[in-house]
C-alpha cells in the first residue's frame, strides 16, 4: 500500500491550496480516509475525515467551514480543498487509511493509529 501526497507549497494568507493523496495497492472503496497535519514539535492533530462506508464527513474545529474533502474511488485519490487559509494551517499535511474508523464522533476522537500514511506534504501559509 503505498499514499502520496501533493499539493503542498507556499500560499499568502487567505489564499487556498488542494492538497491531493493517490493510493495504490488499496480499493478506497473500503477504507476510511482522514488527512492529518502536523507541526514540529507539536501533536500530530486531525484535520478532516471522510468514512466511506456511510460517507460521513469530519472536520477539525479548527477548519470546519474553510476545508473540504473529498474523493475520487475511481482514482483512488481523496482531495482537500483549503479555503481562507491562515499562518496557523502552516503544516506538514499526510493522508492516512483505515479499514475500520477516522474519527469517532460520540467520543470525539481521531484515529491517530491509522493503517498506513503517506510521507506528508508542506504546506506554509505567510501571514
Known amino acids: 500500500v503505498q499514499l502520496v501526497e501533493s499539493g503542498g507549497g507556499l500560499v499568502q494568507a487567505g489564499g487556498s491550496l488542494r492538497l491531493a493523496c493517490a493510493a495504490s495497492?488499496?480499493?478506497?472503496?473500503?477504507?476510511?480516509i482522514g488527512w492529518f497535519r502536523q507541526v514540529p514539535g507539536l501533536e500530530r492533530e486531525g484535520v478532516s475525515g471522510?468514512?466511506?462506508?456511510?460517507?460521513?464527513?469530519y472536520y477539525g474545529d479548527s477548519v470546519r467551514g474553510r476545508f473540504t474533502i473529498s474523493s475520487d474511488n475511481a482514482k483512488n485519490t481523496v482531495y482537500l480543498q483549503m479555503n481562507s487559509l491562515k499562518a496557523e494551517d502552516t503544516a506538514v499535511y499526510y493522508c492516512?487509511?483505515?479499514?475500520?474508523?477516522?474519527?469517532?464522533?460520540?467520543?470525539?476522537?481521531?484515529?491517530?493509529?491509522?493503517?498506513?500514511w503517506g510521507k506528508g506534504t508542506l504546506v506554509t501559509v505567510s501571514s
Open positions: 495497492g488499496i480499493t478506497f472503496d473500503d477504507y476510511d
Open positions: 492516512a487509511i483505515d479499514s475500520h474508523w477516522v474519527f469517532d464522533p460520540i467520543a470525539t476522537m481521531w484515529n491517530y493509529g491509522m493503517a498506513y
Open positions: 471522510l468514512s466511506n462506508s456511510d460517507g460521513n464527513t
